[in-house]
């Protein structure tokens, strides 16, 4: 069966600390593998994607994800913290025979201090 | 462009109740989905559509149905609302299988 896990349901960092949030995944057939943020009272945005190719994806607002295929794992990452990046991020997962359907984890909240 | 747009964005119902809700999106999309969300849950998939006319079940679709009669709008009903059903409901809307865009939301509390 198709699942997502973030392991962490809050992470905190400094601001200009580098930040990572976690996702592991386990799907049937290649993973096409998503990270959206969640603001306040706010629909999902979509950050970044990976289907195919190189292992690192660069996505919106500097933030990056490393696909890891042998330990199934697809963890969003960013160089330096900003407040503003504080919000809910949501690891999605959808397989090439998924029909359609996009699995999301629990979702983890990112706290930035100042 | 509005995007995605989701009427109403609150709405409480008493047991037993009936309603709709509308998803509308002007980007001429094919695919569209419901999802509802709850704490510590994430997302999960009740209904989605590839195309006018079509409808699929996706994670959890007992209790609701849809319909995709024209292209842009993608209805969400509750014959008969349940306690259960308290959540916030997402439309999404995608060009292709790989992205989704999403509404802001519908808040549905039921007594």
């Known amino acids: 069966a198709q699942s997502v896990a973030q392991p962490e349901d809050q992470v905190n960092v400094a601001e200009g600390n580098p930040l990572t949030v976690k996702c592991t995944y386990s799907v049937s057939g290649n993973p096409y593998l998503f990270w959206y943020v969640q603001y306040p009272n706010r629909g999902l945005q979509f950050l970044l994607k990976y289907i195919t190719g190189d292992n690192l994806v660069k996505g919106s607002y500097g933030f990056e994800a490393e696909f890891n295929k042998s330990q199934t794992s697809f963890h969003l990452k960013k160089p330096s913290a900003l407040v503003s990046d504080s919000a809910l991020y949501f690891c999605a997962v959808r397989d090439m025979y998924g029909f359609n359907k996009f699995y999301f984890g629990s979702g983890t909240k990112l706290n930035v201090k100042p | ?111």
């Open chain 2, 1 to 111: 462009n509005a995007g995605v747009t989701q009427t109403p964005k609150f709405r409480v119902l008493k047991t037993g109740q009936s309603m709709t809700l509308l998803c509308a999106q002007d980007m001429n999309h094919e695919y569209m989905y419901w999802y509802r969300q709850d704490p510590g849950m994430g997302l999960r998939l009740i209904h989605y559509s590839v195309g006018e006319g079509t409808t699929a079940k996706g994670e959890v679709p007992d209790g609701y149905n849809v319909s995709r009669l024209k292209k842009q709008n993608f209805l969400l009903g509750l014959e008969s609302a349940a306690p259960s059903q308290t959540s916030v409901y997402f439309c999404a809307s995608g060009p292709d299988i790989y992205e989704q865009f999403f509404g802001p939301g519908t808040r549905l509390t039921v007594l």
